[in-house]
Every structure is written in C-alpha cells, then in structure tokens.
C-alpha cells in the first residue's frame, strides 16, 4: 500500500494534466489572424463625415440638427423665408435664428451666399436682396390714334398686310373717322387675335370728328352711301319717316332690318 501511494504521487508531480484544455494547431492559427486584424483596425483612420458648403437659407431639419440647432431656431429661419426674404450674412443668419455664437463659428465657415450677394455696390440693402434686383425695363409700348395712323403704321401689326391696311383706311375715309375701336370687328378679313393685337397699339386717344348724315332729311340714295345703312335699310328709313314723321333715336330700334346691335356707333354719325 505504502508502494502504491508513492507510485501515485510520482505520477501526478510528472503528468501533464492541462494537456487537453491546451488550443489546437487550428486555433492557434485562427487566434494568430484575429490578432492580426485587430492590429489593422486599431491602426486604420477613422472615418469623417466631409460637409460641403451650403447656402444657409435652404437649410435643412438634418443639416440644422447635425450642426446642434433647436427646433426653435430652425423654425424662425423658416418663417423668415416664408415671408419672401434672405439671409445674406452670418450676421444676419444669427440675427433671424438666434444661434449662438459659438454655434455660429461653428457653422459660418460652410455658408455659401451667390454671387450677386458678395459682389453687392454698396448701396445698403436694396441690392442684397432678390425681392430688389432691378430688371431691365420693358419699352412702353406707343399708341397710335387709329385715326391718324397711316399705311404702314398699320402694317407693322403681325396680321395685317397691305389688302386689310387698305380697307382700314378706307373705312376710315368713307366715315370720316372710327368713333369706336369696336368698328375693327366691321374690317373684313380681320380674326379677333389681328383685332386684340390693333387694341394694344391703337386707340381713339382724341375727340373723332366723323361725317354726320341727317337721318330726317337724307334721300334713301344719300342714306345708302353710309356703310352702316345700305339698301334695303335707307329705304325702310325713309318709309318709317314717311309714316311716323321724324325719327328719334329711340326710333332705330323700331325701323325693320335696323343693326340694332351697332346703334350706339351707328348714331354718333346722325343727325336727327
């Protein structure tokens, strides 16, 4: 017995009992490369978000979050530019929003106004603002009376060429002069687009002097030579005159085939 004790504490001084918790070949490799990695990633830079210059005034709620605005602050901007209107300095930035001005440091070094912003005269505000940037001017355009407008005044409307400028004319010259702008609906050959372009550059800007016919006393053949009062019309005037005496102008309305349509026009050149 005394044998067999020693035996065993021999064995147990030379056995190597932590042989097995001892790492495969295998995991010795494979802890070999994640030491290996792990050098590399300690070792490798950390990444930077890169931020590129923007004009303050379309800011985002991302943009202005990352930046550390408030919700309030982000607000103000806004509503600042619902009215219509611009930053155009950091000065101003801060103004609207009320940032601090460490946030500001912060911030103003990625603000980008346009050009027309940084190349103002000097002449204060005006110039900084879009509301305010001066347009050239458009030409007024002249307006002829159509009385006195020639040949080639009517011509340079797109439209009208030398057939209708000849019958404007002559209309004209037949009544003496046009009382009423309306009267280019009478001009045959004209479209209501040549009509609207003739408004926008003529008018009847002073008092017409048109020739005057007496509807009481003019014969039926003197009548007829009045654009408005071609035969049969002068012939029914003269029997409406005939059976009810002198007309009025309450009476046009009532001779038979009369342009009841055109008689205010129509009675500017009589006489009654």
Not at 76 to 92: C, D, H, I, T
Not at 101 to 110: C, E, F, G, I, R
Not at 125 to 139: A, G, Q, S
Not at 232 to 261: A, C, W
């Amino acid at each position: 017995m005394f044998s067999i004790i020693i035996i065993l504490q021999i064995g147990f001084y030379y056995i190597d009992f932590n042989q097995e918790n001892k790492p495969s070949l295998e995991e010795q490799k494979w802890m070999s490369l994640q030491n290996t990695l792990d050098t590399i990633n300690e070792d490798k830079p950390q990444f930077e978000r890169k931020i590129y210059p923007f004009n303050p005034n379309f800011i985002t709620d991302s943009k202005g979050y990352k930046f550390g605005m408030t919700t309030a602050q982000i607000d103000k901007l806004l509503a600042f530019r619902k009215q219509g209107l611009f930053v155009n300095s950091p000065e101003e930035f801060q103004k609207v929003t009320g940032v601090s001005d460490s946030l500001l440091n912060v911030m103003a070094p990625y603000f980008k106004f346009p050009d027309w912003v940084n190349n103002k005269d000097g002449n204060g505000y005006k110039k900084t603002n879009p509301k305010w940037i001066e347009y050239p001017k458009k030409e007024a355009i002249k307006i002829i009376d159509i009385n006195s407008a020639t040949k080639e005044d009517l011509i340079k409307i797109s439209g009208i060429g030398e057939a209708i400028s000849d019958r404007i004319v002559k209309q004209k010259d037949m009544l003496g002069a046009f009382v009423s702008m309306d009267q280019m609906r009478d001009i045959w050959g004209l479209s209501p687009e040549v009509i609207e372009k003739l408004n926008q550059s003529f008018a009847i800007s002073a008092k017409p002097n048109p020739r005057k016919i007496n509807i009481n006393e003019a014969s039926i053949k003197e009548l007829g030579q009045f654009p408005y009062l071609r035969y049969p019309i002068s012939k029914n005037i003269v029997t409406y005159r005939s059976m009810n005496g002198d007309i009025k102008i309450d009476d046009l309305s009532k001779i038979k085939g009369f342009p009841v349509d055109k008689i205010k026009i129509i009675a500017l050149y009589l006489n009654f």
